[in-house]
């Protein structure tokens, strides 16, 4: 095992204690939300985002013991969007992290309020911990994660989204949606990770940048994939833009371009952090693993 494999899942094996044991247990009422919480929430998914806070907040100097909550909040919002997301109404999925999707294995009300309930439990955590070395920083902190996840973030984005199913859009307005959709929630766990550590100014443009690069190499990369992986290798349903008239890196690029995009955008991510003074090994493999993963 290489030891950025090591250190990943030493991460990942942290932010399954942590999520864990913040979650109400299932044993407590109202049980059947709890479990649905639970299901939702543990065992699946990369914690591409959580790994991104933990990897921003080495370059900081940040302790991981203050990091792993913020990560953790973040990672909660990004389940309560992937809950709402596969509901009927939205993009209708029965699989999701190799599982049935909450409301097939619960009930469409369960999932609605399991998307609910994770939201308000990510700011209940940046508001318990301390994460940050003074009040204000912590306060920029909630104020950063709100505004990546509401109306003019995540969750604007798939407004957007779900607005140009079957629409021609142009190259522009797809990375306009992608920005917000996805880009936001990625460049959010980047700079919480990074604001639990003593975190300048010129240090928070050069993560910014590299956290905007990224989040759109994701979306490139979630393209391609859609497109050439298996449902079983995604651990959910392959293939779906293309069945939904979805307009993407692929449709509108051709996956030879898209895939030289993802490059492009690589190279950008790792010349962001070129001028930061802290450790960014982690950072820069994790851009590795965005571009490079099969899954
Ligand atoms: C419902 C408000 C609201 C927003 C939904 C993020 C999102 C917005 C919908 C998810 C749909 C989707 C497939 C988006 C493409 C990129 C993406 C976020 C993929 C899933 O993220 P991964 O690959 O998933 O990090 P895991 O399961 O590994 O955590």
Not at 28 to 50: C, F, I, N, S, T
Not at 63 to 68: D, G, I, M, N
Not at 253 to 267: I, P, T, Y
């Amino acid at each position: 095992m290489t030891d950025f494999a090591a250190w990943m899942q030493a991460c990942q094996a942290r932010m399954e204690r942590v999520l864990a044991d913040c979650l109400p247990a299932a044993t407590l009422a109202p049980q059947r939300l709890h479990e649905a919480m639970r299901y939702a929430v543990l065992d699946g998914g990369k914690r591409v985002r959580p790994l991104l806070a933990l990897a921003a907040g080495e370059v900081t100097g940040a302790a991981a013991e203050r990091v792993q909550h913020a990560a953790a909040a973040v990672e909660l919002i990004h389940v309560y969007s992937l809950v709402h997301d596969d509901l009927p109404a939205m993009d209708d999925d029965a699989l999701r992290r190799g599982k049935p999707t909450v409301h097939v294995e619960f009930d469409e009300a369960t999932a609605l309020l399991v998307g609910d309930a994770l939201q308000s439990l990510a700011f209940e955590l940046l508001a318990s911990h301390k994460l940050a070395a003074d009040a204000a920083t912590q306060l920029a902190m909630v104020h950063v994660l709100a505004q990546a996840s509401g109306s003019r973030g995540m969750a604007g984005g798939q407004a957007i989204d779900l607005a140009s199913v079957g629409q021609p859009l142009e190259l522009t307005e797809l990375e306009f949606m992608h920005i917000h959709k996805t880009g936001a929630l990625i460049r959010a766990a980047v700079l919480l990770g990074a604001h639990c550590g003593i975190l300048t100014e010129a240090a928070a443009t050069s993560l910014d940048r590299y956290a905007k690069c990224i989040g759109l190499a994701f979306q490139v990369v979630d393209d391609i994939l859609d497109a050439e992986a298996s449902t079983a290798t995604l651990g959910k349903t392959a293939g779906k833009d293309a069945a939904r008239n979805k307009p993407t890196y692929v449709s509108l690029l051709g996956a030879a371009r898209a895939r030289e995009l993802a490059q492009e955008l690589r190279a950008d991510a790792h010349a962001a952090l070129d001028t930061l003074s802290g450790s960014t090994t982690r950072l820069r493999q994790l851009a590795d693993f965005i571009i490079e993963r099969s899954y």
